[in-house]
């Protein structure tokens, strides 16, 4: 069995959890949670971090924390995996769906400012499967309209835009450290952002929302217990020491499939590189000419024993918005076929480069 994803725990991720459990601080108020804030924050050139129990919590945190709410819209890609849509949804705001640009899968910018109406309140920003979005425009729509910007970048550590780290361009961002990412803690995620209040208002949201001053376990609103443990902490500091060989792992994984599947016909590959980037290869994905190719192609990997994974399917066709009554008769015809037709192959960083070999042999076979 080749797994789509198998982690990489080659650093001092033992000897970490090893000092949580011998000192006996493995709960949210361990040292490693505050040093995993620290160095993260500094390596994605922000002024404040806050480790929260995974990217969806992060999501839910950094959209109350901009103050979204009831009547106001959000601009987002319709092709991402459903948490930031849902962030959106649960405060009662509405999620305003843009397509795919075709060649860098990420979000058409061209798209978003026709989308703008008086109340937009935010544009939403997802970076996919290894590629950052072209961030100048929205910058520039952000600014010409006063908008805030929500950055998700679960899936970029250690990418840059223009030199320029992913995660540091949002009025707040969010990071995942799920056992498929870069950096690992199991489950978890990060906000990063450069603004006290925002920070602070995360803070409290990730904790019950407890106040800092006055008797405790009296509350004037609701947040939620999201906090990250020191265990998981443990695990990110020791992660985020290896960041930079992890990327060059990432990149050479690339290498190997777009070298050792040449031959392969009526496929997309994932882009290399924009002017604004080189691609990390957080996935190697694969997007089918039709659905039919691509359902052939999946199962003869999963009879062999390869993991794969389907593409994220578009947010306007999925059965509990269109229940809502959410998205009426949209169609994103980009997005759509990158959900039916795209798949991705085994991608982890713990991937031998024998077991990249085995894959593309039967790819080509």
């Not at 000192?23 to 995993?36: C, Y």
């Not at 103050?67 to 890609?77: S, W």
């Not at 997007?287 to 691509?294: I, R, V, Y």
């Not at 980009?334 to 982890?348: C, D, H, Q, T, W």
Request: hydrophobic share 40%.
């Amino acid at each position: 069995m080749i797994p789509v994803n198998t982690p990489l725990l080659s650093g001092n991720e033992l000897k970490y959890v090893t000092e949580c459990i011998e000192s006996g601080w493995i709960s949210s108020e361990g040292a490693f949670v505050t040093r995993f804030e620290t160095e993260f924050a500094q390596y994605v050139n922000r002024k404040h971090a806050m480790a929260v129990s995974n990217g969806s919590a992060a999501l839910d945190i950094a959209v109350k924390a901009l103050g979204i709410g009831k009547d106001d819209e959000v601009i987002m890609p319709t092709f991402t995996i459903i948490s930031p849509a849902q962030s959106v949804v649960t405060t009662g705001a509405t999620p305003v769906l843009v397509d795919s640009d075709p060649i860098t899968w990420n979000m058409d910018v061209s798209q978003i400012e026709a989308k703008i109406t008086s109340k937009t309140k935010a544009i939403l920003v997802v970076h996919i499967y290894g590629l950052p979005v072209d961030m100048d425009p929205v910058l520039a729509l952000c600014e010409k309209y006063n908008l805030k910007l929500i950055e998700d970048a679960a899936e970029m550590h250690g990418q840059t835009y223009k030199g320029k780290m992913c995660g540091s361009f949002g009025d707040i961002s969010i990071f995942s450290f799920y056992p498929n990412k870069h950096i690992t803690t199991g489950e978890g995620g990060m906000i990063v952002c450069n603004d006290e209040d925002i920070a602070e208002q995360c803070k409290k949201l990730r904790n019950l929302a407890f106040e800092t001053k006055g008797r405790r376990f009296v509350h004037n609103e609701i947040g939620w217990n999201y906090r990250m443990t020191n265990l998981q902490a443990a695990l990110g500091v020791a992660q985020l020491e290896k960041i930079d060989y992890h990327i060059q792992r990432k990149r050479e994984i690339g290498s190997l499939y777009n070298e050792g599947l040449k031959g392969l016909t009526g496929f997309q590959f994932p882009l290399k590189k924009t002017d604004y980037a080189e691609n990390i290869y957080w996935v190697f994905g694969l997007l089918a000419d039709s659905e039919k190719q691509q359902e052939d192609l999946v199962k003869k990997l999963n009879n062999a024993q390869i993991g794969t994974r389907p593409f994220f399917w578009c947010m306007h066709e999925q059965p509990i918005f269109k229940k809502m009554g959410l998205f009426k008769s949209e169609s994103y015809p980009v997005a759509e076929k990158l959900a039916r037709n795209g798949f991705y192959i085994p991608s982890g960083l713990g991937l031998s480069n024998e077991e990249i070999a085995t894959v593309c042999e039967l790819l080509l076979r």
